[in-house]
T-cell receptor
Framework: KAGVTQTPRYLIKTRGQQVTLSCSPI?????VSWYQQTPGQGLQFLFE???????NKGNFPGRFSGRQFSNSRSEMNVSTLELGDSALYLC????????????FGPGTRLTVT | EDKVVQSPLSLVVHEGDTVTLNCSYE??????LLWYKQEKKAPTFLFML????IEKKSGRLSSILDKKELFSILNITATQTGDSAIYLC?????????????FGKGTKLTVNP
């Protein structure tokens, strides 16, 4: 079974731009969660999608948004990028949600200059 | 505010040593506690704990939860260099039907030969 894939793996953007990250879950997994990881804050939960609906949301500003498609692939968008958005963005998929075993992708390293 | 605190933040041991990693939490409605191992990029799932006093075991790793004292420990016996990683603890504090995962900052374990 193929694992979770994320594209792109690395990204450099400038302040004020927007960015879209993509995540393809493991086949058969309907839940996709997104996380931001920084050295200072550690791993923080962004949101979770299940069957194309945002089911859970962390404490991030509205600049962070996402969506899920009918094939369970998910995209995350960050608008009006700030320097503090530089981080590793991880997505994870599971069969049923956050309290199920989650399988993480390799992450997208975003650098905002 | 939901909080997960891991200790120690870092630990250096020699191969063959036994280590105990700690995770304490303060959450409104506890649902489950999860342990992950993060080596290079993607965290990998280790254990999910929901009931007090029941040890979960996988090879040289074991974990137990104390819901009265609000903590969990992760034990690794006969450590090997391949155990070097960041160990993350996360709690699912279900609130009003929604879930989110709250992560600790992690314990960085280094096992020297």
């Amino acid at each position: 079974k193929a694992g979770v894939t994320q594209t792109p793996r690395y990204l450099i953007k400038t302040r004020g731009q927007q960015v879209t990250l993509s995540c393809s879950p493991i086949s058969g997994h309907r839940s996709v969660s997104w996380y931001q990881q920084t050295p200072g804050q550690g791993l923080q939960f962004l949101f979770e999608y299940f069957s194309e609906t945002q089911r859970n949301k962390g404490n991030f500003p509205g600049r962070f948004s996402g969506r899920q498609f009918s094939n369970s692939r998910s995209e995350m968008n960050v608008s009006t990028l700030e320097l503090g958005d530089s981080a590793l963005y991880l997505c994870a998929s599971s069969v049923g949600g956050l309290s199920y075993e989650q399988y993480f992708g390799p992450g997208t390293r975003l650098t905002v200059t | 505010e939901d909080k997960v605190v891991q200790s120690p933040l870092s630990l250096v041991v020699h191969e063959g040593d036994t280590v105990t990693l700690n995770c304490s939490y303060e959450v409104t409605n506890f649902r489950s506690l999860l342990w992950y191992k993060q080596e290079k990029k993607a965290p990998t799932f280790l254990f999910m704990l929901t009931s007090s006093g029941i040890e979960k075991k996988s090879g040289r790793l074991s974990s137990i939860l104390d819901k009265k004292e609000l903590f969990s420990i992760l034990n690794i016996t006969a450590t090997q260099t391949g155990d070097s990683a960041i160990y993350l603890c996360a709690v699912d504090p279900r609130q009003g039907g929604s879930e989110k995962l709250v992560f600790g900052k992690g314990t960085k374990l280094t096992v020297n030969p």
